[in-house]
């Protein structure tokens, strides 16, 4: 069983930052890519930021430039550095994993999310 637990989130004022940070654990062989979701209310899951097994990165147009995705292979966390915050990114943020189980079967796991607010 895989397990993915986010923290971070909170009420920020707009310009503000905040870091989120996703911890995977469980019995797995590896992790292979791991990402950042959000979805606010009333509209779809969607992509944020990704990073590759070997820490490539990708991100969505309209965090280019504020958000930065890392992960720690040692301690099998993903984070998500945002900063410049603006209303626009309130949202539940999710973390998802890409797994490599013993079974050699590869199976993506989702968080259960983290509140990030951003209001004066």
């Known amino acids: 069983q895989v397990q993915l637990v986010e923290s971070g989130g909170k009420l920020v004022q707009p310009g503000g930052s905040v870091r989120l940070s996703c911890k995977v654990s469980g019995t797995f062989r590896r992790i292979g890519e791991m990402a950042w979701y959000r979805q606010a209310p009333g509209r779809q899951r969607e992509l944020v930021a990704e990073?590759?097994?070997?820490?490539?990165?990708d991100y969505a147009d309209f965090v280019k430039g504020r958000f930065t995705i890392s992960r720690d292979n040692d301690k099998d966390t993903v984070d998500l550095q945002m900063n410049s915050l603006e209303p626009e990114d309130t949202a539940v943020y999710y973390c998802?994993?890409?797994?490599?189980?013993?079974?050699?079967?590869?199976?993506?796991?989702w968080g259960q999310g983290t509140q990030v607010t951003v209001s004066s």
């Open positions: 990073i590759s097994g070997d820490s490539r990165t």
């Open positions: 998802y994993a890409n797994v490599l189980t013993v079974y050699g079967q590869r199976p993506g796991f």
